[in-house]
């Protein structure tokens, strides 16, 4: 069965300390893994997709990495901007998409 | 260029009523989704389509959801009746039909039913 799974589920983090959120998928066919970050009242905005184990991608001060079983959203000396729900979606072979749950972080300053 | 517009942001009903959502994507982009989001649960597909196309609808709940796309531009999803388990936030999403795929979405259509 095709599945997501984030964690931690909550994440409360000083301005400047860098932590990681997980992403742990089983799927029949990885089509592309994908970050959405998501704000209150909102739907998820795109981040970042990667397709193929080793891969990496970075923007200001996030940078996915992706195995071959889970995919890491690495947050490196965060703002207090940066607080948000970060949602991990893989697409399918089938071009479904299932969603996890999400992270919600909040950087305190 | 504009985003994916959604309508109403918020509806709230009793049980036994009817709602339309609508989804206006963004300009040529073919694939259009459903999704929703019930309180403390993942984001779940509910059904794509392909320009005016059902293309994959195994995520609709079953026959009280209605789903049109006429035309291939806009797209209407019908609760009829409405149950208290619907609520939820209900998400469209488009993109382009070639390319990375990557999902646009709108900022959901919150339905509370009582």
């Known amino acids: 069965e095709d599945q997501v799974t984030q964690s931690p589920e909550a994440l409360r983090l000083q301005e400047g300390e860098s932590s990681s959120l997980n992403c742990s998928y089983t799927?029949?066919?990885?089509?592309?893994l994908f970050w959405y970050r998501q704000d209150p009242g909102k739907g998820p905005e795109f981040l970042f997709t990667l397709y193929s184990a080793g891969e990496e991608k970075e923007k200001e001060r996030l940078k996915a990495t992706l195995t071959k079983k889970e995919s890491f959203l690495h947050i490196t000396a965060p703002k207090p901007e940066d607080s948000a729900t970060y949602l991990c979606a893989v697409q399918a072979i089938g071009n479904q998409f299932y969603f996890g749950t999400g992270t919600s972080l909040t950087v305190i300053p | 260029e504009a985003g994916v517009t959604q309508f109403p942001s918020h509806s709230v009903i009793e049980k036994g009523q009817t709602v339309t959502l609508r989804c206006d994507p963004i300009?040529?982009?073919?694939?259009l989704y459903w999704y929703r989001r019930v309180m403390g649960k993942e984001i779940k597909f509910l059904l794509h389509?392909?320009?005016?196309?059902?293309?994959?609808e195994s995520g609709m709940p079953n026959n009280r959801f209605l789903a049109e796309r006429t035309g291939g531009t806009y797209s209407t999803l019908k609760v009829q009746p409405a149950e208290l388990e619907d609520s939820g936030v209900y998400f469209c999403?488009?993109?382009?039909?070639?390319?990375?795929?990557?999902?646009?979405f709108g900022a959901g259509s919150r339905l509370t039913v009582l």
């Open positions: 300009s040529g982009h073919d694939n």
């Open positions: 799927v029949s066919g990885l089509r592309g």
């Open positions: 389509f392909v320009k005016e196309s059902k293309q994959d």
């Open positions: 999403a488009s993109s382009r039909l070639s390319g990375a795929n990557v999902l646009t």
